[in-house]
Protein backbone atom coordinates (compact mmCIF):
# COMPACT_ATOMS: atom_id res chain seq x y z
CA UNK A 1 0.00 0.00 0.00
CA UNK A 2 1.85 2.86 -0.80
CA UNK A 3 1.28 6.41 0.95
CA UNK A 4 -1.65 8.03 -0.83
CA UNK A 5 -3.76 4.90 -0.38
CA UNK A 6 -3.02 4.57 3.66
CA UNK A 7 -3.74 9.01 3.78
CA UNK A 8 -7.17 7.84 1.98
CA UNK A 9 -8.00 5.03 4.54
CA UNK A 10 -7.67 7.34 7.18
CA UNK A 11 -9.31 9.86 5.88
CA UNK A 12 -12.09 7.19 5.25
CA UNK A 13 -12.08 6.00 8.56
CA UNK A 14 -12.21 9.40 9.95
CA UNK A 15 -15.30 9.98 7.14
CA UNK A 16 -17.31 7.32 8.68
CA UNK A 17 -17.05 8.23 12.39
CA UNK A 18 -17.49 12.23 11.46
CA UNK A 19 -21.32 10.92 9.53
CA UNK A 20 -21.92 8.72 12.74
CA UNK A 21 -21.14 11.27 15.27
CA UNK A 22 -23.79 13.66 13.51
CA UNK A 23 -26.07 10.97 13.40
CA UNK A 24 -26.01 10.82 9.46
CA UNK A 25 -25.29 6.81 9.31
CA UNK A 26 -28.11 4.48 8.62
CA UNK A 27 -28.09 0.99 9.57
CA UNK A 28 -30.58 0.91 6.46
CA UNK A 29 -29.42 -0.28 3.43
CA UNK A 30 -31.30 1.64 0.50
CA UNK A 31 -32.77 -0.58 -2.76
CA UNK A 32 -30.89 -1.57 -5.17
CA UNK A 33 -32.75 0.27 -7.67
CA UNK A 34 -31.42 3.31 -5.28
CA UNK A 35 -28.27 2.40 -5.59
CA UNK A 36 -28.14 1.75 -9.31
CA UNK A 37 -29.02 5.39 -10.15
CA UNK A 38 -26.77 6.96 -12.63
CA UNK A 39 -27.26 10.13 -11.63
CA UNK A 40 -24.40 12.32 -10.60
CA UNK A 41 -24.19 11.70 -6.77
CA UNK A 42 -27.44 9.27 -7.03
CA UNK A 43 -29.39 12.48 -6.61
CA UNK A 44 -32.91 11.31 -8.12
CA UNK A 45 -32.82 8.23 -5.14
CA UNK A 46 -30.50 8.72 -2.49
CA UNK A 47 -29.84 11.87 -0.01
CA UNK A 48 -26.11 13.00 -0.20
CA UNK A 49 -25.44 11.51 2.90
CA UNK A 50 -26.75 7.90 1.64
CA UNK A 51 -24.17 8.61 -1.24
CA UNK A 52 -21.61 9.03 0.65
CA UNK A 53 -22.07 6.33 3.01
CA UNK A 54 -23.62 3.21 0.63
CA UNK A 55 -21.49 4.30 -2.95
CA UNK A 56 -18.43 6.67 -2.09
CA UNK A 57 -16.92 5.04 1.27
CA UNK A 58 -17.80 1.71 -0.04
CA UNK A 59 -16.38 2.40 -3.59
CA UNK A 60 -13.19 4.05 -2.03
CA UNK A 61 -12.28 1.68 0.61
CA UNK A 62 -12.24 -1.00 -1.83
CA UNK A 63 -9.72 0.69 -4.12
CA UNK A 64 -7.74 1.21 -0.95
CA UNK A 65 -7.95 -2.43 0.08
CA UNK A 66 -7.10 -4.05 -3.51
CA UNK A 67 -4.21 -1.16 -2.97
CA UNK A 68 -5.75 -0.15 -6.85
CA UNK A 69 -5.30 2.71 -8.88
CA UNK A 70 -7.05 5.73 -7.57
CA UNK A 71 -9.07 7.85 -9.57
CA UNK A 72 -7.24 11.12 -10.79
CA UNK A 73 -9.83 13.48 -9.89
CA UNK A 74 -12.80 13.78 -7.55
CA UNK A 75 -14.53 17.13 -6.60
CA UNK A 76 -16.94 15.93 -3.70
CA UNK A 77 -16.73 18.53 -1.36
CA UNK A 78 -18.35 21.33 -3.64
CA UNK A 79 -21.64 18.97 -3.52
CA UNK A 80 -20.99 18.68 0.20
CA UNK A 81 -20.62 22.28 1.21
CA UNK A 82 -23.94 23.03 -0.84
CA UNK A 83 -25.83 20.37 0.53
CA UNK A 84 -25.06 21.18 4.10
CA UNK A 85 -25.30 24.97 3.42
CA UNK A 86 -29.39 24.51 2.87
CA UNK A 87 -29.33 21.99 6.00
CA UNK A 88 -27.68 24.40 8.39
CA UNK A 89 -26.24 21.23 10.05
CA UNK A 90 -22.93 22.22 11.59
CA UNK A 91 -20.72 20.07 9.10
CA UNK A 92 -17.60 21.81 8.58
CA UNK A 93 -15.67 18.81 9.97
CA UNK A 94 -16.93 16.49 7.45
CA UNK A 95 -17.10 18.99 4.54
CA UNK A 96 -13.01 19.89 5.18
CA UNK A 97 -12.16 15.17 5.06
CA UNK A 98 -13.93 16.19 1.85
CA UNK A 99 -11.77 18.79 0.70
CA UNK A 100 -8.99 16.45 1.81
CA UNK A 101 -10.32 13.68 -0.39
CA UNK A 102 -10.58 15.68 -3.29
CA UNK A 103 -7.03 17.29 -2.50
CA UNK A 104 -5.51 13.75 -2.39
CA UNK A 105 -7.04 12.35 -5.32
CA UNK A 106 -7.12 15.75 -7.78
CA UNK A 107 -3.49 15.34 -9.42
CA UNK A 108 -3.29 19.10 -10.67
CA UNK A 109 -4.23 20.78 -6.74
Not at 51 to 67: A, C, D, G, S, T
Request: hydrophobic share 45%.
Amino acid sequence: MNDKHRQLAAILVSLEQQMRDMMLWSETMPSIAALSSREPFAIDTLSFEQWLQFIFLPRLQHLVENKAKLPENCAVSPMAEEYFRERGENSRELIEMLVAIDRLLTTNI
